[in-house]
């Protein structure tokens, strides 16, 4: 074990803002990267749904077909 | 393997032949491997950041000079490892994209790019908060820390440039240029500590010379260089699946993929 105690851990030898610093900013984009990707998950196949819905590929009728599929 | 068989079953016409490996390279093969394996490689990643954090925290040593800061390595050098392998990756698929005309191998090349570049920037950054307490500042015009810069804004120019193209042809086309020139730029941020005199250290880790540092502090490094590998497939396969289905939407796998979708939610 390198560390006398949880507080002499967490000040890193007075170079605590930069290793935490540097290990939080890391953690937080890994999550924010994970939460985006789910997220355009959700919306494409929300938007492909609705996609096919205008052009009437799932045979439910076929409003704004043109519109739609200019917006991709 | 569901999946696959049902997929496969109602495409007889379109099943793709040929080796098996290849048979991949076909989007409606591809989606589906895409999703059985990504949650294993982040599974695999999340046990070796632990085992990483656990090494580099705990059982590697304070540095004799550098102190207790230097322990950012840990994540400064597989990140700008990563960085620099994930675009020569991206340069990879690209090429093959303009030479065999495959369209995934373009949608690969762009699905890697964001992950490329949130690695580039840790790089810089953890580079950053080491270099200040170090060195005494937060940069310096060094030649290794200025082509990891220029790095970075290849990354943002190749994801700038194929979302501001609507065609998507036009877009691969245009992202594998700046991929494949771009690529030149990595060997020159490899060997730029060789090449000029700069102010950042040597390679860390050399194939031809002994370490230089405990094997505890190498060991950490290298677990966490495999988390980061781990991580990016993982990530990479999950942001590839909805652009594959995007680019397919006219196709009828895609139709059976969506309805799947809606019944489930």
Partial sequence: MQWESWSAFWDMGGAGAFVWGSYGVTFALVALELVLVMQRRKDTVKRLLRWRRAVGKDGSGRLGAAQLESEQ | ?265
């Fill in chain 2, 1 to 265: 393997m569901a999946d696959g068989l049902n997929l496969e079953k109602n495409h007889m016409n379109v099943k793709p032949r040929g080796p098996s490996l290849f048979r991949f390279a076909a989007p409606q093969m591809f989606y589906p491997l895409a999703g059985r394996l990504a949650p294993w490689f982040a599974a695999a990643a999340l046990v070796l950041t632990a085992i990483g954090m656990w090494l580099s925290f705990f059982v590697a040593p304070t540095d004799a000079t550098q102190g207790e800061v230097y322990r950012v390595i840990f994540i400064h050098v597989p990140a700008a490892w990563m960085s620099m392998f994930i675009y020569l990756v991206m340069a990879f698929w690209a090429a093959v994209g303009l030479v065999m005309n495959t369209r995934l191998s373009f949608v690969m090349s762009q699905a890697l790019a964001p992950t490329g570049a949130m690695f580039c920037f840790v790089a810089l950054w953890t580079g950053a908060l080491w270099g200040k307490p170090t060195w005494g500042a937060y940069w310096v015009w060094d030649a290794r820390l200025t082509s990891q810069l220029l790095l970075l804004f290849l990354y943002f120019g190749f994801i700038a440039l194929t979302r501001a193209i609507e065609d998507p042809r036009r877009a691969d086309r245009a992202g594998a240029i700046i991929a494949l020139v771009g690529a030149v730029n990595v060997p020159i941020i490899y060997f730029s500590v060789k090449w000029w005199n700069t102010l950042h250290q040597g390679a860390s880790v050399s194939l031809t010379k002994a370490p230089s540092m405990a094997a505890t502090m190498l060991a950490g490094m290298l677990v966490m260089a495999f988390a980061a590998w781990a991580y990016t497939l993982a990530v990479t396969l999950w942001r590839v699946r909805p652009m594959i289905l995007e680019r397919e939407r006219h196709t009828e796998w895609v139709g059976e993929v969506l309805d799947r979708e809606r019944g489930r939610g």
